[in-house]
């Protein structure tokens, strides 16, 4: 029987919580997200009537879409309960319009799933915000023209498959200019002057020089002076000082001190506050705002004098420093500050108490301090040495949370042992160490999140997606890089002995950065050079502000789209008449001494290769892949003939020879006609014999521990690889079917995967043909569709896939056979030589 309300809301999470808190009356159902959005395929854009979208169901919301449409018509009232943004209004806007709802259909927003919230939330029902809709559907339209004049252009200057985007080709351009800003850095070392004494009781003072030498031999001469030198306290100020804690959190800062404290990436951490947001845990994860309600500002007090006395509570305020926040009204918080810990997992759990943490500390005392500063006069010379210490007289919020930086390498100060002015401190040990100044670090996820948001660009929904689509699309790559070792000299003066030594430090060493790719530094400089627009950091950031706007009703969505469009169409045509070799995707890094060939790195097909030699000399040339470390514009000569050193001997083994190399899944040994792949510690241009048979007999044992059986003469082995569990035979790999156990699998489940796999094969293809190899009818997951080289066309209804004929499947495509077929003879006459 159906029920007198359907209520609509885009998650089932959320959807499960909220019925909870509604009566009989009610009930609740999912979109699943959006139902309607822009077709993958074409502009879908009207740009002569309006810049007027096309949006269509996508497939597989057919479903979601009838079940819901039956509901509201069966239902007497139809609530809307998507989430209270711009994306959420959009999603409720679409529901609408699909389902044929009236005008006057109730929307309902709260910004926590509580019963009060909830139930408050029913009772003042709005209509939809036509004006945040159409801010959500600018954005929308704006990054589908840019995408699709901009990408093409790309393909015929650069690379076939790349893609622009509006904040995406911002935040490369970041991460870009800083990685040079790295590369120009000339380090200069300079000497820091640090001195300990020892006092009684054992205890020991550590003062320090307030200045650094620039010389090695301004270091040397003012310990010298120091040879003999009496040392005492001249003056001693204590002052006391205060720490405040941080305001709640916002999206971005919860996604910078996730990514500091716990290690979570932005989109993780997106994903675990979703989850505690539709369990009813946390108020809404997307907002821009640091305030607290009134309601919450109550229980937060309650629950600190409760748990931690009264003095510990200081009631605040925040103001939002951005004044175009506009995804919600509220900080992150717990729905219950009574409430320390909460989530179904451990990371959800982790990420629940950092923002119970941070909104219970917002709302306490300030921590009482106290600074002392130590002067210390020198007998011999007028530089003073400095002593500083830090003692907690009332911890206040450090009882329950300290933010973290960026850069955390300033040491926490101690509390410094009794003194007093006129005493005479016996010196242990003075030392002059080399110290190097550092280039700017490198981006954390977290800290690019900071540096958008300071400069305006984005806003709170669109940060995880801008750095997974950035990774994704291989012009960033997010990973840890090992450290160089340098020497660093050390002047040491003891019992007035003055002694030298060198030492050794690892310097540079990376964890969980940012680095731009090659095709990425291409890709930038391209935009830079011929859009400067689309990438220029005050631009972006302005169209936001334009957003923002159209969300206020302040302007209409149709004309920013229009000022926008003129000027930049206008620069997609310009752009034809740019030569590609103007692109800087290749360059000449010299002779090789040793066989008198040039060397060169360039981009191909699979990538940034070195090449050593001409295809005009008699002798074919030599590629080899860039190291992911190694950039086209900064890779020195002698760093690419390092490259051709591969394929390389690097002894026998059972009267075989082990060759290693580097293929398109990284290094590997070559052994009997098989492939192992080399660990991730495992350089393959110093691995040696040892090493290379100690990896094989390690995979030859992992494979015998994993065999279950031999069919048709081969053995099965099962593992667990990239794309899930597995089982192996003949060299070819076969997934295992959700539900299936890995370690109970059985030679008979192993074969029938295998069998069903060949089967499936074969039945895929439909029909092929000779005269074109690229043009295939195939049978696919939602029934017979054509490919076309890497593109799926679909096949209309009524027509029967295995009567099509070439000329028709191209026709359907959207070409003509006489075009792909000079297009497959210019494709081939430009191919780049095989590595």
Same mark, same amino acid.
């Given at each position: ?47 002569k009537n309006g810049f007027l979208p096309t ?285 320390p810990s909460a989530g179904e997992t451990r ?152 002694t030298e030594k060198t030492g050794k430090e ?174 991730? #510690?495992?350089?393959?241009?110093? @691995?040696?014999?040892?090493? *290379? =048979? &100690?990896? !094989? $007999?390690?995979?030859?044992? %992992? /494979? +015998? ?33 959700? #539900?299936?156990?890995?370690?109970? @699998?059985?030679?008979?489940? *192993? =074969? &029938?995967? !295998? $069998?069903?796999?060949?089967? %499936? /094969? +074969? ?54 056979? %006489?075009? +792909? ?15």
């Open positions: 029987m159906a029920k007198k309300n359907l209520v609509i809301v885009e998650s089932p999470a959320k959807a499960k919580t909220i019925e909870g808190y509604l009566g009989a009356d009610f009930q609740v159902k999912s979109s699943y997200g959006h139902v309607r959005d822009l077709p993958d395929k074409g502009l879908a854009i009207d740009i949006y269509e169901v996508s497939p597989e919301k057919i479903k979601v879409v009838n079940e819901l449409r039956q509901l509201a018509k069966s239902s007497q009232e139809v609530w809307l309960a998507t989430d209270d943004d711009r994306e959420g209004e959009a999603i409720s806007w679409h529901l609408k319009e699909t389902l044929g709802l009236p005008d006057t259909t109730k929307r309902i927003v709260f910004r926590e799933i509580t019963k009060t919230a909830i139930q408050k939330a029913i009772q003042s029902p709005r209509t939809i915000n036509q004006d945040l809709v159409n801010a959500q559907q600018a954005r929308r339209v704006l990054d589908r023209l840019i995408g699709f004049e901009l990408s093409p252009v790309l393909w015929e200057k650069v690379k076939r498959g790349l893609s622009a985007g509006r904040v995406q080709s911002v935040a490369v351009r970041l991460v870009v200019e800083r990685e040079r800003s790295i590369d120009q850095h000339q380090s200069k070392s300079s000497f820091k002057v640090v001195a300990q004494f020892l006092l009684d009781g054992n205890k020991v003072l550590q003062a320090e020089l307030p200045k650094n030498f620039e010389t090695e031999a301004q270091a040397r001469a003012f310990l010298e002076k120091c040879k003999g030198a009496t040392f005492s306290i001249r003056n001693l100020e204590t002052k006391p000082a205060k720490k405040s804690p941080a305001p709640p959190f916002t999206t971005s800062t919860l996604q910078q001190e996730a990514s500091r404290k716990l290690g979570f990436s932005v989109a993780a951490t997106m994903q675990y506050a979703q989850k505690l947001y539709e369990a009813g845990k946390i108020s809404y994860m997307r907002t821009d705002s640091t305030n607290l309600s009134e309601e919450a500002l109550a229980k937060s007090k309650a629950s600190i004098i409760e748990q931690f006395g009264e003095k510990y509570s200081q009631q605040r305020r925040y103001k939002t420093k951005n004044d175009s926040a506009q995804e919600a009204h509220e900080a992150i918080r717990p729905t219950d500050f009574s409430v990371q959800e759990q982790r990420l629940y108490e950092l923002i119970w943490k941070r909104g219970i500390a917002s709302q306490m005392a300030d921590a009482q301090l106290e600074r002392t500063t130590a002067t210390i006069g020198i007998s011999t010379t007028s530089e003073e040495l400095i002593a500083q210490g830090e003692v907690i007289k009332f911890d206040g919020f450090l009882k329950v949370y300290l933010e973290s930086k960026d850069d955390e390498d300033e040491e926490s100060k101690g509390m410094l042992p009794p003194l007093s002015i006129g005493q005479i401190l016996n010196l242990d040990v003075l030392k002059a160490t080399e110290r190097f100044s550092r280039p700017p670090a490198r981006f954390t996820e977290a800290s690019l999140v900071k540096e958008l948001e300071e400069r305006g660009i984005g806003r709170p929904s669109t940060y995880a997606p801008t750095i997974s689509t950035i990774i994704k699309r291989e012009y960033v790559v997010k990973e840890d890089r090992p450290g160089k070792e340098r020497n660093f000299k050390e002047l040491t003066l003891k019992n007035d002995e003055l690892t310097y540079g060493t990376e964890k969980a950065k940012l680095f731009p790719t090659t095709i990425g530094m291409i890709v930038n400089d391209f935009l830079v050079d011929n859009f400067d627009n689309v990438v220029d950091f005050k631009f972006t950031a302005d169209m936001e502000e334009e957003f923002d706007k159209i969300a206020e009703g302040q302007i209409e969505w149709q004309r920013m789209i229009d000022n926008f469009y003129k000027n930049f169409h206008q620069t997609i045509e310009q752009s034809s008449s740019a030569e590609r070799s103007s692109v800087k995707s290749a360059r000449e890094l010299g002779i090789d001494p040793k066989t008198g060939r040039m060397v060169s790195v360039r981009l191909g097909k699979y990538g940034p290769f070195a090449q050593l030699g001409d295809s005009k000399e008699e002798q074919k040339p030599q590629y080899a892949p860039l190291p992911k470390d190694k950039l086209l514009e900064s890779i020195t000569l002698e760093e690419a003939i390092e490259l051709f050193k591969l394929p390389r001997t690097v002894g026998e083994l059972e009267g075989k020879e082990l060759l290693v190399n580097i293929g398109k899944l990284g290094p590997y040994i070559k052994f009997d006609e098989k492939y192992y792949n080399l660990s991730e #510690g495992d350089d393959p241009y110093t @691995i040696d014999e040892e090493r *290379a =048979i &100690q990896v !094989i $007999q390690e995979k030859r044992a %992992a /494979e +015998a521990s994993d065999a279950i059986g031999e069919f048709e003469g081969q053995p099965i082995s099962k593992g667990k690889g990239r794309f899930g569990p597995y089982v192996k035979h003949d060299g070819k790999f076969y997934s295992l079917p959700r #539900g299936m156990n890995l370690d109970t @699998i059985t030679l008979a489940e *192993a =074969i &029938q995967i !295998i $069998q069903n796999k060949r089967t %499936a /094969e +074969a039945n895929k293809i439909i029909k092929e043909f000779p005269e074109n190899t690229t043009v295939k009818v195939l049978n696919g997951q939602y029934g017979p569709y054509i490919q076309i080289g890497k593109r799926n066309v679909k096949i209309p209804k009524g027509t029967e896939p295995a009567s099509l004929t070439l000329e028709q499947c191209l026709e359907l495509g959207g070409e003509s056979p %006489a075009a +792909a077929t000079e297009e497959k003879k210019t494709t081939r006459k430009k191919a780049a030589p095989k590595k």
